[in-house]
């Protein structure tokens, strides 16, 4: 899908619209096993997410999952919150400029499994090792 009827940056809305319709474009195996994550597109990572990561340039997050991995999970602990998949439209739209690449619909496809890919308790090392064999 072209990026071209973009004449503006994409509201929260819009982006986590493309963010709903990637979600839905998955494989229904991968959707299933992700279970109730709770999607979320916000401008920049708090300022705290930020200083917890070592990150000083807020441009530096595109996404970000929060809680307990399913590979972490035990019948045993106490209810987790909801795993949550953030996805920070700012950067998101700074590494589409820059990268020239892909649409700006593939990036967000890209960050999103990313994140999925951590609730599943897969590390960043994982998920480059699975991509690299897919591309």
Do not use: C, K
């Not at 929260?12 to 963010?19: G, R, V």
């Not at 916000?42 to 307990?68: H, K, M, Q, R």
């Not at 590979?71 to 987790?80: L, Q």
């Amino acid at each position: 899908m072209s990026d071209d009827r973009w004449g503006h940056a994409p509201s929260l809305d819009e982006m986590a619209a493309m963010a709903a319709r990637a979600f839905a474009a998955l494989p229904e195996q991968f959707r299933r096993m992700a279970g109730e994550v709770v999607f979320r597109v916000d401008d920049f990572p708090p300022d705290d997410v930020l200083d917890e990561l070592g990150i000083e340039d807020p441009f530096g997050l595109t996404g970000l999952y929060s809680g307990v991995s399913l590979a972490d999970r035990s019948i045993f602990s106490a209810a987790a919150e909801p795993s949550r998949v953030f996805l920070y439209r700012r950067p998101i739209l700074d590494e589409w400029a820059e990268n020239g690449e892909v649409t700006l619909e593939e990036l967000v496809t890209h960050v999103l499994v990313h994140e999925i890919g951590h609730h599943f308790g897969l590390s960043d090392g994982d998920i480059d090792l699975i991509e690299a064999s897919a591309g």
